[in-house]
Structure formats: C-alpha cells, structure tokens
C-alpha cells in the first residue's frame, strides 16, 4: 500500500501562478486533511473533508480552495500564489477514531 | 479559534537524560494524538489518548491527557539519539471529530 501520495514533491511558481497540489490515499479514509509547515509555526490547517462532498476551512484557509473530488483524492488548489504561500505542504487522511497518516509533503516556492 | 500551543519550544538534553513537553489548549478536547517528525520528514502518528485523566506508555515514552481534557503532556526517560526530532501534539476539539488542530511543537535535539 502507497497511503498518502502527494504530487508533485518540489514546484517554483512565480507570483500570480496557479496551481493544484494534488493528494490521494489508499487506506478507505473519511477524513482528509491539508495543512502547511513554516518554521516555528507547527502545522496549520488550511482546509479539510470530514467525508467525501464535504469541505470545511480550518485554520488558515485564504487564498485556497478545494475539491473533495472523491473518497480517495482531495486536491488543493492555489488560484493566484503569492510569497507568503512558500511553504511545506502535507495532505493526511484518517478514520475519526485513528490517528492522522501523512504524505510525504510539497515543498512549495512562489518567487 | 482553538489554538493549542506547547512549551517548551526548543529543548536541547545529553543523551541519558529525560525530557517532557506540554500541550494545552484553549478548548475542551475529544481526545488528544501525539506526533513525530524527524529532519526533512513527514508527521508520524505516535498514540492517541482519549479518556480524562489517561496515562499510556510506549517503552520510555509516557503520554498523560489531564483531567480537564485541556492538556497533555509527554514524557521520555533516559533519551537516545534516535529520540532527535520535533514532538507536536495534535487535539480534535469537543463537538467536532472531524477537524485536528495542531501544537506549535516542541524540537528535541541530544546531543551525545
């Protein structure tokens, strides 16, 4: 089994680029989850799915969007990047009972 | 909004010695996990505590949800090398399973 498989791994985009992060899991999960990484900041939520058909915004959800396209796949989706969105970003998926399996991550600059 | 922070922020020990960090949250929690992250890597799921007042262990690591529910603590006796990496805790929030909000974390390096 892959788990989470996040793509791609590493993207520079130049300020006012789009683009989709793409993430799916293998392990039948309800829930899924998008965070970012910055130094010192920890994990912060940006958007996640309780079940597929659903979003919610977390904690950090400007300047993103989302697509719970189906139980395996939850993508997201930066419409014009700008600098402060250089970052890692982690997708995970769980069951509401478990704990939260990771990607691998996308290392993200927008220049 | 639900924040959840953790002291301290940086703990640097000698191989041997213990170390604990310190979760809390400004809201009541569900249950509370326990993450690691090594250099470069990706969060990986440690153990997940769900009752007031929980204790559980995994061999020298010690993990305690508070009576409140409100905080947690984990612990770990005689660290090693291997123990090198960045601890976060991570609560769901009463009344909403669905959404896990991370710690600040605490970054643990030993030194030899």
């Known amino acids: 089994n892959a788990g989470v498989t996040q793509t791609p791994k590493f993207q520079v985009l130049k300020t006012g680029q789009s683009m989709t992060l793409q993430c799916a899991q293998d392990?039948?999960?309800?829930?899924m989850y998008w965070y970012r990484q910055d130094p010192g900041m920890g994990l912060r939520l940006i958007y996640y799915?309780?079940?597929?058909?659903?979003?919610d915004k977390g904690e950090v959800p400007n300047g993103y969007n989302v697509s719970r396209l189906n139980k395996r796949e939850f993508s997201l989706r930066l419409e014009s990047a700008a600098p402060s969105q250089t970052s890692v970003y982690f997708c995970?998926?769980?069951?509401?009972?478990?704990?939260?399996?990771f990607g691998q991550g996308t290392r993200l600059t927008v220049v | 909004g639900q924040q959840v922070m953790q002291i301290p922020q940086y703990q640097h020990v000698q191989e041997g010695e213990d170390f604990t960090t310190y979760c809390n949250s400004s809201?009541?929690?569900?249950?509370i996990q326990w993450y690691k992250q090594r250099p470069g890597g990706h969060p990986v799921f440690l153990i997940q505590?769900?009752?007031?007042?929980e204790v559980k262990k995994q061999k020298r690591l010690t993990f305690q949800f508070g009576e409140a529910k409100k905080n947690s603590s984990l612990h770990i006796t005689a660290t090693q090398t291997t123990d090198v990496g960045t601890y976060f805790c991570?609560?769901?929030?009463?009344?909403?399973?669905?959404?896990?909000?991370f710690g600040t974390g605490t970054r643990l390096q030993v030194f030899p």
């Open positions: 995970a998926s769980s069951e509401r009972q478990t704990g939260a399996f």
């Open positions: 392990m039948n999960h309800n829930s």
């Open positions: 799915s309780a079940s597929e058909g659903t979003t």
């Open positions: 809201t009541t929690l569900s249950n």
């Open positions: 505590l769900v009752k007031s007042g």
């Open positions: 991570a609560g769901k929030p009463l009344g909403n399973t669905d959404k896990l909000i």
